[in-house]
C-alpha cells in the first residue's frame, strides 16, 4: 500500500478580504488551506507543526480512524493539542471509503480558517459507479469574519446572547460580488461546452447550512460524506458544516458565464448572515461581453428546497457498495439535542444566564486531560461514564411555548460493549428555540433510518424506518421541531466525540462522547499511543 506524507505548517498570515487585511491563522499560508489526495487503502501521514501562538489540533473528518483514535484530532478527546512550537505527526490508514471529506483544526474555533479538502480516489484501477467526469474541482464553502473570532467565543460566553454572525460566506476562500468592495476577485470556474465536472463540494463554515446552485445548470449528486448514493438531478444542493457532496456538472448550456451562489439556509427566524457568496461559471468559448446569467437565491427559510434535497438521498446500495445497515439494535439511545439556559454569576445582562446546549440535559464540559488518554491509561477523575441514554424528563419537545429548564454540566461519556449495533434518535427541542442541528459522529459513518417533524413515535415511527438504502453518512441535520434516528455498529474501539457542528453550539456544550470498548480479537483493540503523542 501506498504512504503519502504531508508537511502542515501552521502559520500566520496577512489575507485581504472584504477590502480589510488581517492576519489569519493558516496551513502553509493558504485560505482554504491544501488539498489532502489519497486513494482508498492509502496511508497518510500528516506532520503538523505549530508556528502560531494557539494552541493546534487538527481533526480529519469522516476519516473513520478505525483502531487509530489517537489521530482522531478533536482537542481534549483524542488527543492533548500541540503546543506553540511543537509538532505531531496524524499517522492514519484510510479504509473502505472514497470521495470527499475535510479536514480542520478542532480547536476553540480556528477552523474558520484551518480547513482543506481530503479526496479519497477509489482504489487504482477501481472506476467510479457513474461516468468517469473530464475534471474534478474541489469547492470549498466557507466563512469570513472581520472579527477576531476568539473575542466571538468571548461574546458568546460571556454575554449570555447569540454572538455575531460572519460578515460573508466564501467560495473557496473568496466572497465574489461585494457591493461595497467592488475591487475584489472570487473563484472563476472554467468549463468547456459537453464536458463532465466533478465538483467536490465542502461545507467548511463555522455556524450556517448553505444552498448551493448554479444558473441554469442541473447537478447530479453522487457522493455524500464519501459514500455513494443513487445519483439524483437537482437544481438546489443544501449543505451543512461538516458535510461535504460530490456532483457532476454537465457543461450543456449556451457558452457564457453563469453565476454560481452559496447561500444561508436556517429554518427559524433568528438573526443571519444573510450574504450570499458567488462565483463564477466561465464556458472557455465564451465571447467577449456576453452577457452574464444570473440565478434566483433561495429565501433563507427555504425549508422546502433543504427537504427536496435531504429526502432524495439514498445508499448507492449496488452489489459492490452494499449498505450494511444494522437491522437489529443492542443499545436504542434517545438525546434531546438543543439550546437552553444555564446558571452564568457574570451574565449581569441576562439576569445571570446564559445560553446553553445540551444533548439529555447535560451541557458538556471540556477536560483539560485527553478522555481518550483517561480511558487507556486509566487515569481516575477525568471524566465519568454515567452520560444518560435519556432525557431526565418527558416534555412536549418541540412545543410552543416551549417549557424552560436548566441543564446540568459534567464531562460524561456514553459506554458501548465493542461491536454493538446502536440506534440513537436525535430529538429536537424548542426549549430555546427551533434550529437545526447538523450532529457529527467521530469514528463512524452512521445510517440515516428516519427522519420527522414533531416529537418522536416510539411506536409508529420505526414502522416507516428504511432499513434497505438509508443514506450513510458522518455529519445530520436533526430538522428544526423535528427528529431524525441513526443506527451505526461500534466496532471501533476507542472515545468518539458526537456534536453539533455549529461552532457556537459546540462551544455552549452541544456534544458528548461515546466510549467503545476493546474486543476480544487481536483486531478489536485501540491501537498504542504514537510515542509523539502531545502532553496536556
Ligand atoms: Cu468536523 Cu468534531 O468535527
Not at 462565483?279 to 433561495?298: D, G, K, Q, R
Amino acid at each position: 500500500c501506498r504512504v503519502s506524507h504531508y508537511k502542515f505548517n501552521v502559520v500566520m498570515k496577512n489575507t485581504t478580504r472584504l477590502c480589510s487585511s488581517k492576519p489569519i491563522v493558516t496551513v502553509n499560508g493558504r485560505f482554504p488551506g491544501p488539498t489532502i489526495y489519497a486513494r482508498e487503502d492509502d496511508t497518510v501521514l500528516v506532520n503538523v507543526v505549530n508556528h502560531v501562538k494557539y494552541n493546534v489540533s487538527i481533526h480529519w473528518h469522516g476519516i473513520r480512524q478505525f483502531r487509530t483514535g489517537w489521530a482522531d484530532g478533536p482537542a481534549y478527546i483524542t488527543q492533548c493539542p500541540i503546543q506553540p512550537g511543537q509538532n505531531f505527526v496524524y499517522n492514519f490508514t484510510i479504509s473502505s471509503q472514497r470521495g470527499t471529506l475535510l479536514w480542520h483544526a478542532h480547536i476553540l474555533w480556528l477552523r474558520v480558517t484551518v480547513h482543506g479538502a481530503i479526496v479519497i480516489l477509489p482504489k487504482f484501477g477501481v472506476p467510479y459507479p457513474f461516468p468517469k467526469p473530464h475534471k474534478e474541482i474541489v469547492i470549498i464553502l466557507g466563512e469570513w469574519w472581520k472579527s477576531d473570532v476568539e473575542d466571538v467565543i468571548d461574546e458568546a460566553l460571556k454575554s449570555g446572547m447569540a454572538p455575531n454572525v460572519s460578515d460573508a460566506h466564501t467560495i473557496n476562500g473568496f466572497p465574489g460580488f461585494v457591493p461595497n468592495c467592488p475591487s475584489q476577485g472570487g473563484f472563476t470556474l472554467k468549463v468547456k461546452s459537453g464536458k463532465a465536472y466533478m465538483l467536490r463540494i465542502i461545507n467548511a463554515g463555522l455556524n450556517e447550512e448553505l444552498f448551493f446552485k448554479i444558473a441554469r445548470h442541473k447537478l447530479t449528486a453522487v457522493e455524500v460524506d464519501a459514500t455513494y448514493i443513487k445519483p439524483f438531478q437537482i437544481d438546489t444542493i443544501e449543505i451543512a458544516p461538516g458535510q461535504t457532496t460530490s456532483v457532476i456538472l454537465k457543461a450543456d448550456q449556451c457558452p457564457g458565464k453563469y453565476v454560481v451562489t452559496a447561500s444561508p439556509f436556517l429554518d427559524t427566524p433568528v438573526e443571519v448572515d444573510n450574504m450570499t457568496a458567488t462565483a463564477m461559471l466561465h464556458y472557455y468559448s465564451t465571447v467577449a461581453n456576453s452577457p452574464t446569467t444570473f440565478t434566483s437565491i433561495p429565501p433563507t427559510n427555504a425549508t422546502p428546497i433543504a427537504n427536496k434535497f435531504i429526502e432524495s438521498l439514498r445508499s448507492l446500495n449496488s452489489k459492490t457498495y452494499p449498505a450494511k445497515v444494522p437491522l437489529f439494535v443492542d443499545h436504542s439511545l434517545f438525546f434531546t439535542v438543543g439550546l437552553g439556559f444555564f446558571p452564568c454569576p457574570t451574565c449581569k445582562a441576562t439576569n445571570g444566564i446564559r445560553a446553553a446546549a445540551d444533548i439529555n440535559n447535560v451541557t458538556f464540559v471540556m477536560p483539560t486531560t485527553a478522555l481518550l488518554q483517561a480511558h487507556y491509561f486509566n487515569i481516575k477523575g477525568v471524566f465519568t461514564d454515567d452520560f444518560p441514554g435519556y432525557p431526565p424528563f418527558v416534555f412536549n419537545y418541540t412545543g410552543d411555548p416551549p417549557k424552560n429548564f436548566q441543564t446540568t454540566a459534567g464531562t460524561k461519556v456514553y459506554r458501548l460493549p465493542y461491536d454493538s449495533m446502536v440506534q440513537v434518535v436525535l430529538q429536537g427541542t424548542t426549549v430555546l428555540g427551533p434550529e437545526n442541528h447538523p450532529i457529527h459522529l467521530h469514528g463512524f459513518n452512521f445510517f440515516v433510518v428516519g427522519r420527522g417533524l414533531g416529537n418522536y413515535n416510539p411506536k409508529k415511527d420505526p414502522k416507516r424506518f428504511n432499513l434497505v438504502d438509508p443514506v450513510e453518512r458522518n455529519t445530520i441535520g436533526v430538522p428544526s421541531r423535528g427528529w431524525v434516528a441513526i443506527r451505526f455498529r461500534a466496532d471501533n474501539p476507542g472515545v468518539w466525540f458526537l456534536h453539533c457542528h455549529l461552532e457556537v453550539h459546540t462551544t455552549w456544550g452541544l456534544k458528548m462522547a461515546f466510549l467503545v470498548e476493546n474486543g476480544k480479537g487481536p483486531n478489536e483493540c485501540l491501537l498504542p499511543p504514537p510515542k509523539d503523542l502531545p502532553k496536556c
